[in-house]
């Protein structure tokens, strides 16, 4: 049962590019949730997605980014515009369905984004 | 202090001795998680505590939870050189939103 993926793994952007980071969950898992790390800082959240929605972006930013998770294929997270303040990494988690009121989230070895 | 944070946020031991990380955090709460995080990859989980529950075991680990004082330890006993990593607790709030909060960290070094 092969765990969180995501790729690229590293990813270089120059100012005003956009990034796409994508995460595929674990097998049997409908829920996904991004969250951004800075160097030497815990993780935030900024999204959390169920299958064709987005059931809470209150931790993303208003502007430039964006997530999906459609019916087929993997989760999608946006950044438009990039700028240096966007790098970090990012990594992606998920969780089964009906795991009642306490759930394990199992997360991806993450994308580190640089933005030259 | 935010939400989860971790005391201390750097720890450094010899081999074989044991090593103790704890969480303090603000509000009600489903669950809390513990996870390690080996420099530049991603995190690991180690071991859930439900709100309901005190303590926990999961091999060399031991955790705690104090809903009273809104805090938790972690305990790794006989600790490796391979334990040295970042240590994070993450709450999961009572709020229904499913998203968990994370503190900055227990840095760990095991010294061989």
């Known amino acids: 049962n092969a765990g969180v993926m995501q790729n690229p793994r590293h990813l270089v952007r120059r100012r005003g590019q956009e990034a796409r980071l994508r995460c595929s969950p674990m097998k049997g898992h409908s829920h996904v949730y991004w969250y951004r790390q800075l160097p030497e800082e815990g993780l935030k959240f900024m999204v959390y997605?169920?299958?064709?929605?987005?059931?809470?972006e209150s931790g993303m930013p208003k502007e430039r980014f964006s997530a999906e998770f459609p019916k087929e294929g993997p989760s999608i997270l946006r950044i438009q515009q990039v700028v240096r303040g966007d790098s970090a990494a990012y990594f992606c988690a998920s969780s089964p369905l009906g795991a009642g009121n306490s759930y394990e989230q199992y997360f991806g070895p993450g994308t580190r984004l640089t933005v030259t | 202090s935010q939400q989860g944070e971790e005391d201390p946020q750097a720890l450094s031991i010899q081999e074989g001795e044991n090593a103790t990380m704890n969480c303090s955090y603000k509000?009600?709460?489903?669950?809390l998680q513990w996870y390690r995080q080996n420099s530049g990859r991603g995190l690991v989980h180690l071991i859930l505590?439900?709100?309901?529950?005190r303590e926990k075991h999961s091999g060399r680990l031991r955790v705690t939870l104090d809903t009273s004082k809104k805090s938790s330890s972690l305990l790794i006993t006989a600790s490796r050189a391979a334990d040295t990593a970042s240590y994070f607790c993450?709450?999961?709030?009572?709020?229904?939103?499913?998203?968990?909060?994370f503190g900055s960290g227990t840095r760990l070094q095991v010294q061989p």
């Open positions: 997605l169920q299958k064709e929605n987005i059931i809470d």
């Open positions: 509000t009600s709460i489903n669950n």
């Open positions: 505590i439900r709100s309901n529950e």
């Open positions: 993450a709450t999961d709030m009572d709020t229904g939103r499913r998203a968990l909060t």
